[in-house]
């Protein structure tokens, strides 16, 4: 099987993330392969064992984002693409996924593309789903499970109500969500492989498309509302004298 | 305004954001309500209690199953024809993916997990958390019609109307799937963490009762998870009382105490319930976000230095196994259960 598992960079979920002069600051947090894409990652590179086949690791960004496909082929894929270009910095979801599905189709033969389920940036989860209708193949999406069998795929997709399994021939696109296992961390072996990889860059002009304007854009940014901080310590003579106090207070908030 | 909100349910169960969705939609004028499915009368006259002025049916076989691809496009071509400027959803696993689809067919796009949506002449401004709930952004959209997903809880829910109906109007469904539903494995989920008005959870502090005896037999792990699942009961119990859902910290999660599906914060969900329990939670950056939207958050741990004290409004500084069940206790009587 060929499969293609689609990645972004994203700074550190550990960052303080605030809004400085309309700008959106992450300090100096390190930016790091978005941590739902580690699980895409998992995801494809337990299809690849299963089924003999090879991951490519895909991601739209500058040309730092190499650093998140290293992480990707450390963690075991097979080659790593990044598409870069200037006109790509203001994409929306649409466009991320029409060029993302150009370059899966130059890639050619692909069977199956995995994507985590957002990211941790925008976290808007739209680009998969786009990307499946583009190419005008099956959507998969938050499979918490995958298996492949004579050329169907089936997934159990995690839902609100449970579990949903779903089957379609691929080539197919799923997303995965956490289920789908921890993401195995780099060996030593594909670290010094990562390290050393050459990775192509494929610009709007190889892909033959150009960037879509965004039809979703930002007229502000906003740091959340600062939270009353002053907490009120519930102390007593006994386990049972605190809980009585501290759910008097909760009925006196009205918030039940 | 001419509005259309869809109204998302799974075998006739409606998800509650739907009618909030529904509520924001009569702010802008009359309500359409889009209800796809087969033999989903009952989701119809639903929707009418709760203030669409008018239904339109898509009920199908092809469509009793969701799947995203004959879902959306039913959705599209019922746009293409009826141009609406506004399409509300609430925010589900079902409706990101068929109003991703969608909005490529509309040459438009989505605006997830709305906080605030104003209208100003003509111009939309939605406001949305990013970055797990650290920032907030305020956007615009420039294509019509504009499809927007709502936060759970952001907007209030409209009193039901009992009785109240209107007029049914039956639209094509789009019939060509490209998947198969196999079946389900449907979960005791009681309630769920996006619609829950209270969530208690327990973090990595639960499994840290020493004086619990787990059963013979089992390894240092095991006896671990052991614990933390007799700490998860308590938690479960005060959930009950006080009539809401569990949440867990990631911690807990990864420590494989409770299923995934429970994890608030980071890469699980952004939780907005009005009380927030938080037991042996110590207050990882990420979870402070994913709890940003709660009303009120209440803190257990024995740590009175942990950063969870530091966004809660009370707090006790002791062991939540003593605690809980003396809250429990507390509520059951307070509130005559």
Same mark, same amino acid.
């Given at each position: 099987m060929k499969i293609i598992a689609c990645i972004k960079q994203v700074p550190d979920s550990e960052a303080k993330v605030r809004a400085e002069g309309g700008k959106i600051s992450w300090g100096d947090a390190p930016l790091v392969i978005n941590p739902f894409d580690e699980y895409a990652v998992e995801g494809a590179l337990q299809q690849k064992e299963a089924t003999s086949g090879t991951v490519t690791a895909l991601c739209i960004g500058p040309e730092s984002a190499k650093e998140a496909l290293k992480h990707a082929l450390a963690m075991g894929a097979d080659d790593a693409i990044l598409v870069s $270009?200037?006109?790509?910095?203001?994409? $929306?979801t649409v466009g991320a996924a029409r060029v993302l599905a150009a370059a899966i189709q130059k890639i050619g033969g692909v069977d199956m593309v995995v994507f985590g389920r957002q990211t941790l940036d925008s976290g808007s989860g739209l680009t998969p789903a786009q990307t499946a209708r583009v190419l005008g193949w099956p959507m998969l999406g938050l499979a918490g499970q995958i298996k492949v069998e004579d050329g169907s795929v089936t997934v159990e997709r995690v839902i609100e109500e449970g579990r949903q399994i779903v089957k379609a021939k691929s080539p197919v696109v799923i997303s995965v969500v956490q289920s789908i296992g921890e993401p195995r961390y780099p060996s030593f072996m594909g670290i010094r492989k990562a390290s050393k990889a050459e990775i192509p860059i494929w610009s709007l002009n190889d892909l033959g498309v150009s960037a879509p304007a965004p039809i979703v854009t930002r007229t502000e940014l906003m740091n959340p509302p600062a939270r009353d901080t002053n907490v009120e310590i519930i102390t007593g003579e006994s386990p049972a004298d605190i809980a009585d106090k501290l759910a008097d207070k909760i009925i006196a908030e009205k918030v039940l | 305004m001419k509005t259309f909100v869809y109204i998302d349910h799974f075998k006739g169960e409606v998800q509650p954001g739907s009618w909030e969705a529904l509520g924001l939609a009569k702010t802008f004028g009359a309500a359409t309500a889009l209800v796809f499915g087969s033999a989903v009368e009952d989701v119809a006259k639903a929707a009418f209690e709760y203030g669409a002025d008018e239904v339109l049916l898509a009920d199908?076989?092809?469509?009793l199953d969701y799947r995203a691809e004959p879902y959306a496009s039913t959705l599209s071509a019922l746009a293409s024809s009826s141009t609406p400027d506004l399409i509300l959803f609430p925010t589900t696993t079902r409706t990101r993916e068929l109003a991703a689809m969608s909005a490529l067919d509309l040459n438009s796009n989505v605006i997830t997990d709305a906080t605030a949506v104003e209208i100003n002449s003509d111009t939309i401004f939605v406001t949305r958390p990013i970055y797990e709930a650290k920032l907030f952004e305020k956007v615009t959209a420039s294509a019509r019609p504009q499809l927007i997903t709502l936060r759970g809880r952001a907007f209030p829910k409209p009193e039901q109307e009992a009785g109240r109906t209107g007029t049914i109007t039956k639209v094509e469904a789009k019939t060509e799937a490209l998947s198969s539903v196999e079946g389900y494995s449907v979960a005791e989920v009681g309630v769920s963490l996006n619609d829950a008005g209270v969530i208690v959870s327990g973090g990595r502090?639960?499994?840290?009762?020493?004086?619990l005896q787990p059963p013979a037999g089992m390894d240092d792990k095991q006896a671990e998870v052991w614990r933390a699942q007799q700490g998860f009961k308590l938690v479960g119990e005060l959930a009950s009382v006080l009539g809401g859902a569990v949440g867990a910290s990631r911690a807990a999660v990864d420590a494989g105490?409770?299923?995934?599906?429970?994890q608030v914060g980071q890469t699980g969900k952004v939780v907005a319930p009005d009380l927030y329990i938080a037991a042996g939670i110590s207050g990882a950056i990420q979870h402070l976000a994913g709890i940003r939207s709660a009303k009120m958050v209440v803190a257990i741990n024995k740590d009175a230095d942990a950063p969870i004290f530091k966004v809660a409004r009370y707090g006790v500084v002791g062991d939540l196994f003593v605690i809980l069940p003396a809250l429990t206790e507390a509520f059951k009587k307070k509130l005559g259960k």
């Open positions: $270009d200037p006109a790509l910095n203001e994409i $929306d | 199908d076989p092809v469509l502090g639960v499994s840290n009762n020493p004086s105490y409770i299923p995934y599906s429970n």
